[in-house]
């Protein structure tokens, strides 16, 4: 199923385009991700816990000042009783080097059709601080401690 297949329920359509902008997000979209966002959006991910459509724009301008040419693509969505949901690739390049994060972002609708909440779902351990090269010796070392044998 495609993110246009979305577009059969209101709630779905809110998520369909909720995807289509991140995939197109860049400085200059912006604005259209958070038209369609409601005015006290929440935006949770392993770094941030906020609310505001004003404290969502400085994380998503951050982005781009921190790391170059950023892109989302979503692989994969569904819609559930009480959420909608995106699976998603993030890649930028940092480094001279290309790095990528896969996540689930939980996406609550408003009543009105706008993006009530936005709460993503990835590993930044394995996916983040692993890769560092001093802390990832010991968060590396945690992971093998604690997995199953």
């Not at 080097?97 to 408003?110: H, L």
Request: zero cysteines.
């Amino acid at each position: 199923m495609r993110l246009e297949d979305l577009a059969r329920d209101a709630r779905g359509g809110a998520i369909r385009a909720w995807g289509e902008a991140w995939q197109r997000l860049a400085p200059e979209t912006i604005t259209d991700l958070l038209a369609l966002a409601a005015e006290d959006i929440r935006f949770r991910d392993p770094f941030h816990d906020l609310r505001g459509r004003d404290a969502f724009e400085r994380v998503l301008r951050h982005l781009f000042t921190s790391v170059a040419e950023p892109r989302f693509v979503v692989t994969d969505h569904a819609v559930g009783v009480a959420a909608g949901y995106l699976r998603w690739t993030f890649t930028w390049r940092r480094a001279g080097r290309t790095r990528s994060i896969e996540g689930v972002s939980e996406i609550a609708v408003a009543p009105d059709g706008r993006i009530a909440a936005h709460l993503d779902h990835w590993d930044s351990g394995m996916q983040v601080y692993a890769r560092l090269p001093l802390l990832g010796v010991a968060v590396r070392a945690v992971a093998r401690r604690v997995a199953a044998r």
